[in-house]
């Protein structure tokens, strides 16, 4: 076995594999700021790309990210429409840079809702980054849990017919919007609120829960750093008890 690598941080040795954050606050820093909540939205997306470059820099295989939910179409005209303008101009502005970092970019969600433009965006990113294979960045837009699972048990049942197993839960995972990625390991709640709010319920059946009160522009680097520090302290089980097989503790 090769000597620990000195410059190795405790951080470094249980690293997880994939990094989930619901990105919340953003109205809020806008509100108390007297600025449209759109404002709120368009700072956020700097904190966005501090955590794309930061997760990616790291070595955390893939990070994906709360943009819109299927519950958001609530949201006044105004703003859904500020939104869907601000992710036309980021898919674009951002897109030199994830092709330079190697990124590969996926979009999940109901995405046949969306302006016909955006959802050109969407898929041409998805295809200028196909083979790109450093992090694998997940866009959740007019996703939500229920409708991921709802859809891949649709799926499957049709693929499998009467082959389909009520014992398979890897049959349905790989329906699931997500397929091909690790289940989540750290999911970050940004904005003080402490709920998953219909987000990846199955992906995060054994993540650790990450709540924060500070709102999603204001967060750093530092911020995502003691993100990882306090995940490699936790002591994951999986269910089982520490000091039998299947012992899992954070690795
Ligand atoms: C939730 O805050 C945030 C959103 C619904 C939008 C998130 C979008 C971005 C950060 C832009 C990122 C862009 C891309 C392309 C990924 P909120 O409006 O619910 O805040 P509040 O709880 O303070 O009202």
């Known amino acids: 076995m090769p000597d620990p690598d000195p410059t190795m941080t405790a951080v470094d040795a249980v690293l997880p594999a994939h990094v989930a954050v619901i990105m919340d606050g953003n109205g809020r820093w806008a509100e108390t700021r007297g600025q449209p909540r759109a404002a709120g939205h368009r700072e956020g997306l700097g904190a966005t790309r501090e955590a794309v470059r930061f997760f990616g820099e790291r070595g955390v295989r893939a990070l994906t990210l709360f943009a819109f ?61 196909a083979e790109n294979g450093g992090l694998e960045l997940v866009i959740a837009l007019g996703y939500g849990g229920r409708w991921d699972m709802q859809q891949a048990a649709l799926r499957w049942a049709r693929a499998q017919g009467d082959e389909a197993r009520a014992d398979d839960e890897a049959g349905l995972a790989r329906y699931l919007s997500t397929a091909g990625l690790p289940d989540v390991d750290l999911l970050i709640r940004t904005g003080g609120e402490q709920r998953i709010s219909n987000f990846l319920l199955w992906q995060a059946a054994y993540a650790e829960l990450l709540f924060v009160d500070t709102l999603w522009p204001d967060m750093t680097t530092d911020d995502f750093e003691r993100a990882l520090q306090w995940y490699a302290g936790r002591q994951r089980r999986f269910g089982g008890v520490p000091g039998t097989q299947g012992e899992a503790v954070n690795a």
């Open 69 to 129: 939910s299927s519950e958001n179409w609530r949201r006044p005209r105004e703003e859904v429409e500020a939104l869907f303008d601000l992710f036309v101009s980021a898919i674009e502005g951002e897109l030199p840079e994830l092709l330079e970092r190697g990124v590969c970019l996926r979009f999940i969600g109901e995405r046949a809702r969306f302006p016909d433009e955006l959802q050109q965006r969407m898929g041409e990113a998805e295809r200028r980054t």
